[in-house]
């Protein structure tokens, strides 16, 4: 079945880096534009960062613009974020979601992962 | 930046009663807005696409209607399992795909 799992979570220090992935199965990534959102521990839901379903566009929220970095490897069928220079308040929970659409950039999304989760803290 | 208001944060109501949860943008988004479920800790769930369309596999009691800045999410005839909490996202922009700050519904 269709199916988002992330992996690469866990716990970092203040202005290191970490790198999220996630694995899709059950469908052609190669088609769909993928996103991150974010959840900080009992908040509201965060766009993080948008790519094309054939990677030429990518789009990041202003708040990780220039410190993450959106990625994908259509080949692998795996999407990417690259995390640097962490802050405290980068803690949440990640999820990849899928846009509905295909190849569409600017869509709901239908399908989400599990989430993983990210805690910077010294 | 298009900022999403959602209202009430909180809505109480009895099983059975008709839920009305309200989303505004400071700007028009056309309509490109999405309503999501979200219940404790799980992911979120896409319930409405493009301001009135149901996604695939959700219950006809949900539906969704407004164009511009007024939306609404209502839920005609509110079930146990619908307590969760809300989110509206706009689209409409690549560059903030948004969502509001939720409504937490409960029974």
């Known amino acids: 079945q269709v199916q988002l799992v992330e992996s690469g979570g866990g716990v970092v220090q203040p202005g290191r880096s970490l790198r999220l992935s996630c694995a899709a199965s059950?469908?052609?990534?190669?088609?769909?534009?993928m996103n991150w959102v974010r959840q900080a521990p009992g908040k509201g839901l965060q766009w993080v960062a948008v790519?094309?379903?054939?990677?030429?566009?990518?789009f990041h929220a202003d708040s990780v613009k220039g410190r993450f970095t959106i990625s994908r490897d259509n080949v692998k069928n795996t999407l990417y974020l690259q995390m640097n220079s962490l802050r405290t308040e980068d803690t949440a929970i990640y999820y990849c979601?899928?846009?509905?659409?295909?190849?569409?950039?600017?869509?709901?999304?239908?399908?989400w992962g599990r989430g993983t989760m990210v805690t910077v803290s010294s | 930046e298009i900022v999403l208001t959602q209202s009430p944060a909180t809505l109480s109501l009895s099983p059975g009663e008709r839920a009305t949860l309200s989303c505004r943008a400071s700007?028009?988004?056309?309509?490109?807005l999405a309503w999501y479920q979200q219940k404790p800790g799980q992911a979120p769930r896409l319930l409405i696409h493009?301001?009135?369309n149901r996604a695939t596999g959700i219950p006809p009691r949900f539906s969704g209607s407004g164009s511009g800045t007024d939306f609404t999410l209502t839920i005609s005839s509110l079930q146990p399992e619908d307590i969760a909490t809300y989110y509206c996202?706009?689209?409409?922009?690549?560059?903030?795909?948004?969502f509001g700050g939720g409504t937490k519904v409960e029974i």
């Open positions: 979601a899928r846009a509905l659409t295909r190849r569409i950039t600017i869509s709901a999304f239908d399908v």
């Open positions: 059950g469908f052609t990534l190669s088609t769909y534009a």
């Open positions: 790519v094309s379903y054939d990677g030429s566009d990518k």
């Open positions: 700007q028009s988004v056309d309509s490109q």
């Open positions: 493009d301001a009135s």
């Open positions: 996202q706009k689209y409409n922009n690549a560059r903030a795909l948004t």
